[in-house]
């Protein structure tokens, strides 16, 4: 973990056996999810840390009041999500206390990388685990790992969405459960072009869902607007079978009429992965 990322929040001995159990997770005695969590720690932000909240949010919550999905902006307000600190993830004032009675769902805090097992395993249960560091003001503009601006201010306003919230919990069953390797790069690709990169038509319009656009102002603008973006129809199967790449701004994006087609498409690819297991695709 870079140090510039605040990371004496995350370098104490729960943190290092969160990660341990993280690193392990799925093998005998490391089945627990609980004990990849940690506390917040919300005193070890600094105030330099603060500002970098506040100028991101300040910054893209401009522009996309008028191009971000109207379900991510509900959202966003719903649980709360506001300039002047960063978020709390425990207690009466945080996130976690509307996402709850919302829909259920929790962000919960972890000290680094999840193996994508453990990572499965959490949302099948409606918990998003959380980076609780954030970037440094030298790299405000980019940060190659994920950050608290990018899990919380990225992907947490659509977790309150009772729709969305049903697509990702199925998608974490499935994920976790699958076994083919078809099905494990499949899925990938899914929440890729989904999850992380997303766009959807509302109001005769293009709009922005996905968190690697909602939480990145030059690649945000440069999915609605550059010519040179391969804008195509939401299709499961062809988004399943479309390769990416993560070092430079998305060529090919997928467009969702609705977070209903996402959930029924899930639900679908659910239910041929899961009935190889003896399970069902409910959330």
């Known amino acids: ?12 001995a729960q943190a290092r056996d969160a990660q341990a159990c993280a690193d392990r997770f799925g093998e005998p005695g490391f089945e627990d999810i609980d004990r990849l969590y940690i506390d917040q720690r919300y005193d070890g932000y600094s105030d330099e840390n603060q500002e970098v909240w506040r100028t991101l949010f300040d910054r893209q919550m401009e522009f996309l009041e008028s191009r971000a999905s109207n379900v991510y902006l ?17 207690g009466p004032k945080s996130i976690n206390h509307f996402l709850k009675q919302l829909t259920g769902w929790q962000s919960r805090a972890v000290p680094g990388y999840l193996s994508p097992k453990a990572f499965f395993a959490c949302l099948s249960r409606r918990e998003f685990p959380t980076t609780i560091v954030i970037r440094p003001k030298e790299s405000i503009d980019y940060l190659p790992e994920p950050d608290i601006f990018h899990d919380v201010f990225g ?5 309150a969405d009772p729709v969305f919230a049903d697509f990702l919990q199925t998608y974490g069953k499935a994920a976790l459960t699958a076994t083919d390797p078809e099905d494990t790069t499949r899925l990938a690709r899914l929440f890729w072009f989904t999850v992380e990169f997303g766009l959807i038509r509302e109001d005769d319009r293009l709009k922005l869902y ?10 945000s603008k440069h ?13 499961l199967d062809t988004v399943c079978d479309t390769d990416f790449e993560i070092d430079h701004y998305q060529p090919i994006l997928y467009v969702l009429d609705s977070f209903e087609q996402l959930r029924d498409a899930m639900n679908e690819y659910a239910h041929r992965i899961l009935e190889k297991h003896g399970q ?3 959330a």
């Open 1 to 12: 973990m870079n140090q510039s990322l605040n990371s004496a929040m995350i370098d104490d």
């Open 74 to 90: 509900s959202g966003a307000r719903a649980i709360n999500l506001v300039r002047d600190h960063i978020p709390y993830l425990e």
């Open 155 to 159: 992907h947490v306003p659509l977790h």
């Open 210 to 219: 996905g968190s690697g656009l909602i939480s990145s102002p030059g690649e």
């Open 223 to 235: 999915a609605l607007e550059s010519p040179e973006v391969d804008r195509r129809p939401f299709d």
């Open 280 to 282: 069902t695709a409910g």
